[in-house]
């Protein structure tokens, strides 16, 4: 579903299959004009239309959409029409085997739970509703007033306004005078960030708040700099809100969310593309799992390791020319420490967004002072809560919709014939699984290729 710039709700089908050589084949079959409700019944009615003129009544596999629940209702409705004597539980059977969720909109809706705090599964049921009401209250107003809250409103502020960002362009290309700068007890040295600036997320989706957030951690020093000049502005009305400028702690919060979600990111763009890759769906879903208990356990305490700067000094440069390197500079601040920073990262020359499925982004920090070490830092309570509980709705809402997926055994099916998987993932992570599995597995390939096999098998003879 989506709506063309004229304003027309446009229902597009897409069909998925294997043509008589064996090469999977993608076509865009219909372009549907929806009118009325855009509830599920009503786009299963275009739906089945396109299905039947093309006569592909016996021919339907699976059906993959989004995770809202009109698609649910639409994939619904269409098993009901074409199999009218189904009873309730055998349409129910049939929707958790063919109702295929997608796999980007999944990792979406976790990466934003744990961005929002949009799930309400992790409350405990015995807790008063009141108290689960007060919980939420606060989660949303740290959220509101918390790094990413205060980050997107310096972000907006510094945007709308063309003075404001000839201010912040003028100091990323170290154009401001060097007296004020020797005021603020800083200089600049890196010229790798001239003409950068910083990113402004949406609503639509979780990356583009990542983006944001990985924008910043490069143009750190640029926004520290750039709201100590506004803080001295004479005019009150022209200086950032002193409630929206990042503190230390905000920026080791900020830095600790892109460790956390970069994996989100690794494998969203893993599943991009036409590339078949339906046999690591599953695999990669008990992957992020993992990820994200690991995290729970690394911030079951105030105290984390240090593997981002926490003096006032961060130095974050990253190539733009699509190879990975090292930059030392940055801004640095009579700290009595002097250090530098490798931020290694594979950005696209154009966008600045990560152009490779395998993107990786990490920032270092190592002391000149080869006996220092940096020490483990302590979040706040506020700090250290906010992580916690993102890690928790993340969580939930990506076991949701892993237990969804494994009711349909087409993804077991998938990694059990797929060449560099078998059965060793199952061995490896469900051993009391296993047998299970595969008895089902068996009893669907009996019921739906068996027979198709054996007159393959009877035509090769002639």
Known sequence: MWTSPNGIAILSVIAYYVDIAGTPQVRLISLEKLSGSHGGENQAILMAKVIRKYGLEK???FFTADNADPCDTCVRALLKMFNPRASPTGLE???GERRIPCVGHILNLSAKAFLEGDSSDIFDSHIAEKD?????????EWRKRGPIGKLHNLVYWIRRNPQRRELFLSITSGKVDQSIMAELGVWFVDDTLKGLMVKADNDTRWNSVYLMVHRALRLRDIIDVFCKL?????????RVSAEDVLSCEDWVVLAEIIEILQPYLTYTKHFEGRTPRFAEVLPTMYLLKDH???MRQRYSSNLIPAPYPVLDCIIVAAPTDGTEREQQGGLQQDTGVSTWGRYSTMESTTSGEPS??????????????KDLDPEPFELSDDGLHFIQHSIKYATSKLDKYRNLMERSVVYWAAMILHPGYGIGFLQLRLPNQ???ILRDFRDYFDRHYAQASRACLRSDKY
């Open 93 to 95: 059977g049939l929707e």
């Open 356 to 369: 490779s499925p395998l993107y990786q982004a990490e920032i270092s920090v190592q002391f000149e002072d």
């Open 132 to 140: 689960q009401k007060k919980e939420r209250e606060l989660l949303r």
């Open 230 to 238: 506004s803080l001295l502005d004479p005019k009150e009305e022209k």
């Open 434 to 436: 296993v047998d299970s």
């Open 292 to 294: 994200l208990s690991e």
């Open 59 to 61: 021919k339907i596999g």
